[in-house]
């Protein structure tokens, strides 16, 4: 029995993240927050890419916390959140690699939706968090 193709290769990915951070420095609401804390873009590219490659390829090439990063940033608000999710889905959507944008997609609203509601614990434990509104 043959193993089934890869979902995407290394390349797609890399212009996904290179894409998506694109329109997340252009983008009025998170551009400025995403520009505070990165100080060294290349770096962070190649971070985010070893990320998607771990859930997209399984390749485990990312090691880290990315959500005690977050938890450490103020004043953040769903609608980050969501604003974050709608530039992802943009880009998902801009994929020829229809299949691999949807996975991706999928992936980013379960990251999305967990971290919203752990950084809504960790700023205020004694408030009910709330949802976000999928895009």
């Known amino acids: 029995m043959d193993a089934a193709p890869p979902l995407c290769t290394e390349a797609e990915i890399k212009s996904l993240v290179s894409d998506f951070y694109d329109h997340i420095r252009l983008d009025e609401m998170l551009g400025p ?70 996975q991706a997609l999928q992936y980013a609203q379960r990251i999305a939706r967990s971290f919203w509601m752990n950084y809504q614990f960790h700023h205020n434990p004694i408030k009910v968090a709330s949802d976000l509104t999928l895009p």
């Open 33 to 102: 927050i995403f520009s505070a804390h990165i100080h060294n873009w290349d770096e962070h590219l190649g971070i985010m890419e070893r990320f998607w490659s771990s859930l997209l390829l399984k390749t485990a090439s990312y090691q880290g916390s990315p959500m005690a990063k977050h938890m450490r940033l103020d004043h953040l608000e769903a609608a980050h959140f969501e604003q974050w999710l709608r530039l992802f889905k943009q880009t998902c959507a801009e994929r020829e690699n229809l299949a691999m944008g949807e």
